[in-house]
């Protein structure tokens, strides 16, 4: 990666505009619209920077997005408008993946990518193309191996009943509508969502691993 701008709130103009209207833009439990960052001093930054991926956006699809194009030789900037983390850093830090993950199988049970692609089918309707959906669930236990490499923690443990966000402890779980009659009468059923170990809501964990696999990359 030849080079990485996440703002720096410290030194970044841009930075100390949106934090003074971050504080500003609470009124009554509503968040308000933000006026528009202004850059007070354009000629501050080099505008002129070269790379073969703009990454825009330093949320988990960016950070993937980032680590993917520079492990394959590119040189990649990944430009942020506020300190990075988006909605992922906000997330449940839950990973959709079967097709039979070791933690499916640990749990004990069988999954297979026909039988994820089958479900999601009726989920997506005509909205995902076919290759996608397949390559999406072919890949989906490579998923889960590519983020533990970097960093992520997994685990085996489901919970008793249905829940729409497991309990702490609790990692594997049917984050979707697989075991409704409906949906598993098309696809076996499995439960699919893996969440990342952390407490509470472990999207900041899951974020946290990828931010920081970034960075490294970038050498900042
Ligand atoms: C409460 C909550 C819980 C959720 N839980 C889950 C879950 O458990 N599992 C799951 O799969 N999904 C979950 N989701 C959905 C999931 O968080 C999002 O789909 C996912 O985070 C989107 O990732 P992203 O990288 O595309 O966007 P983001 O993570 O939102 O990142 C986008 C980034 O782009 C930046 N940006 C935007 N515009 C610009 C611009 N013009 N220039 C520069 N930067 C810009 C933003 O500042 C931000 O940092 C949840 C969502 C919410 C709100």
Known sequence: MTNAFVPDPASDPASESASE?????????????????????????GWDARCDVAVIGFGAAGACAALEAARGGLGVIVAE?????GASARSGGVVYAGGGTPYQQAAGYRDTPEAMAAYLRQEVGDAVGHATLQAFCARSTGMIAWLEQLGARFAATVPPRKTSY??????LYYSGNEAVADYARHAEPAPRGHRCKGRGMSGHVLYGVLRRAVLAQAGT
């Not at 209207?21 to 930054?45: M, R």
């Not at 408008?81 to 983390?85: C, N, W």
């Open 21 to 45: 209207s971050a504080s500003e833009s609470t009124c009554g439990g509503v968040n308000a619209v933000s006026p528009p960052l202004v850059v007070a001093d354009p000629g501050a930054y």
């Open 81 to 85: 408008r506020f300190e990075g983390g």
């Open 166 to 171: 497991p309990a702490q402890d609790y990692y």
